[in-house]
């Protein structure tokens, strides 16, 4: 049973920054890609960013220059650093893996259980 747990929402004012965080508690995702997927009340799922196990990364345009993706050093973790955040980044930030290679608009296999951001 595969599970990635994230840490690190909260709420903060626009123009605040955040650090979310994910760990693979089991499973092994030093080649997988891994990234991050949210979801706003009404709205339908989108990629925020994605990372390969190689460092490539990819950003939704509407976070690219704002946020950062990173894998920590043992390549089951993923950090996701979120700059001058705007009332519209307010969602539940879920972390995801899956084999490689992936997309942002990839079939993510393995999901954390979110966290939540709240821009105010």
Not at 27 to 44: L, V, Y
Not at 85 to 94: C, R, V
Request: aromatic residues 8%.
């Amino acid at each position: 049973h595969v599970q990635l747990v994230e840490s690190g929402g909260g709420s903060v004012q626009a123009g605040g920054s955040l650090r979310l965080s994910c760990a693979a508690r089991t499973g092994t995702f030093r080649s997988a890609c891994m990234g991050w997927i949210r979801q706003a009340p009404g709205k339908e799922r989108e990629g925020v960013a994605s990372i390969h196990s190689n460092g490539s990364t990819e950003y939704d345009a509407s976070v690219k220059g704002r946020f950062t993706i990173s894998r920590g050093n043992a390549r089951n973790t993923v950090h996701l650093r979120m700059n001058t955040l705007k009332p519209e980044d307010t969602a539940m930030y879920y972390c995801v893996a899956t084999p490689p290679p992936c997309t942002l608009g990839s079939t993510w296999n393995y999901w954390g259980q979110g966290t939540q951001v709240t821009v105010s």
